[in-house]
């Protein structure tokens, strides 16, 4: 190429800031953004953020898990149009993703779920609030008019867990999501490392040292109220007291007969791994289930979710809603769950990058990145809506592929016909021999 040519593709000026957000300006992946992230964090909000239960096995599966899966696309097709709408618990969503319920989202942005509830009115998308969120569910209610999902935990006094629920139901929120797999905390070790234990947190000064080095986080989370959970106690830190009755190891199936008492809206079983859990749920009379391992961060040693979900879709899909979550970071990955059964996609982390790089801003940013992704990885595989995404243009490796079964069969039925029109048992065709010996 000439010089000139070479000078008119050139490009010096800053790229175009996501949401007015110039950090994010080069950040196309949802892992860019976690890098931004990762560096505008001190140690002890990222132990939290990027770490799981004790030797962090289900954390890490939960990732891998996606390499087994390829896709078997049905192309070409006309895609110039793609819809990716759905409908989720009785309500129609633009897109088939939720932003999970987190708790304590204020460790990544001074915001937190003032943020994200935000980003998800703009998107039109659902947003769970977790019982340990910093911000009150009324407050957060105040943010948007997109769907709503309070996710309970269920301590040691049920007037109290019944208090939660009233003012959830009074504040709009439309589902509950109990969860079943937090009955005791696991234990967490980078956090206990950085001296992030609740409800008695006790910093060394490493992690002391580590937030002044994080001058801009530092300054926003001094100047900032108190960081407590206004959900289980008053808007101090007289809430952390609440904390110690809360996993009591007390939750059981009776639990749910009781909710559904005092809940009128559809009722979401999250921390599913096994279809006895689900068929469970189903026997309870709940509307759906989250097949969810809670990213990684209770039981260790647990399966991938995206392993378990197929079979847990096959065995209460018909009856309830499946739902997924856990180690969810690309449109891709999305698209493999809605084509082995799930009816959406609940992502945590994948938005917390975003909140803890640039607040709303950047949460807005990694749903938009999500929903390209989508769109995408469903064009390119043929599929025009949702309802095409299917098992049949799912393989995993290491299981028998379709297509290569199919192909067998009819070089199997070929070889047969030739036997019977030709050559006998006792007395083999050597050149069939030899066709033989090659398919082998």
């Keep these: 190429m000439r010089p000139s040519e070479i000078l008119h593709l050139l490009r010096v000026a800053r790229p175009p800031a996501p949401h ?24 002890g909000a990222r132990a939290y953020l990027e770490n799981g239960g004790e030797g962090q096995h289900t954390l890490h599966r939960n990732r891998a898990a996606f390499g087994s ?11 110039s149009g793609v819809d990716t709408g759905t409908t989720v618990l009785g309500q129609r969503i633009p897109l088939p993703f939720a932003l999970s319920p987190v708790g304590a989202p204020r460790m990544f942005h001074h915001d937190g779920e003032l943020a994200v ?24 209610a105040e943010q948007t008019d997109s769907p709503l999902w309070f996710q309970l935990y269920i301590w040691g006094d049920r007037s109290k867990s019944k208090e939660a629920v009233a003012r959830a139901k009074a504040a709009g929120y439309q589902a509950l999501l109990v969860n079943i797999d937090t009955s005791v905390r696991s234990e967490r070790i980078p956090e206990k490392h950085s001296g992030l234990v609740l409800p008695s947190p006790q910093l060394p000064l490493k992690t002391l040292f580590e937030g002044a080095l994080h001058p801009a986080w530092a300054w926003n989370f001094l100047t900032s109220p108190t960081v407590s959970f206004p959900n289980i106690g008053p808007p101090d830190q007289r809430s952390l007291e609440v904390m110690s009755d809360m996993f ?15 809940w009128d809206g559809p009722i979401v079983l999250k921390g599913v791994t096994t279809v006895e859990q689900a ?35 096959d065995a209460v899909g018909d009856r309830v809603e499946v739902l997924v979550d856990s180690g969810f970071r690309s449109g891709g990955d999305i698209a493999t769950a809605l084509a082995l059964g799930a009816k959406a996609v609940l992502v945590g982390r994948a938005h917390l990058y975003g909140l803890a790089a640039a607040g709303e801003a950047g949460v807005r940013h990694c749903v938009d990145i999500l929903a390209r992704e989508l769109r995408m990885t469903m064009q ?3 599929a025009r809506n949702i309802a095409e995404l299917d ?26 016909g030739s036997t019977a029109s030709g050559a006998s048992a006792d007395s083999p065709d050597p050149a069939a021999s030899e066709r033989s010996s090659a398919h082998a």
């Design 20 to 43: 007015g957000a110039y950090r994010l300006a080069r950040c196309a992946t949802i892992e860019d953004v976690a890098r931004v992230a990762r560096r505008r964090l001190p140690l």
């Design 69 to 79: 899966y390829t896709f078997r696309p049905r192309q070409p097709r006309d895609v």
């Design 117 to 140: 509830a935000r980003a998800a009115r703009d998107a039109g998308i659902p947003y769970g609030i977790s019982t340990l969120a910093n911000t009150s569910v009324e407050d957060v």
């Design 248 to 262: 009591d190891g007390t939750v059981c199936w009776d639990d749910l007969d009781w909710i559904r008492r005092i």
């Design 279 to 313: 068929r469970e749920a189903v026997d309870h009379g709940l509307d759906a289930v989250i097949v969810s391992n809670h990213g990684g961060r209770q039981l260790d040693r647990l399966p991938a979710t995206i392993d378990v979900l197929p079979e847990i879709a």
């Design 380 to 382: 390119l595989n043929g």
């Design 391 to 416: 098992r049949g243009l799912i393989h995993r490796r290491g299981s028998a592929d379709p297509a290569a079964s199919a192909a067998s069969a009819l070089d199997s039925t070929a070889s047969a």
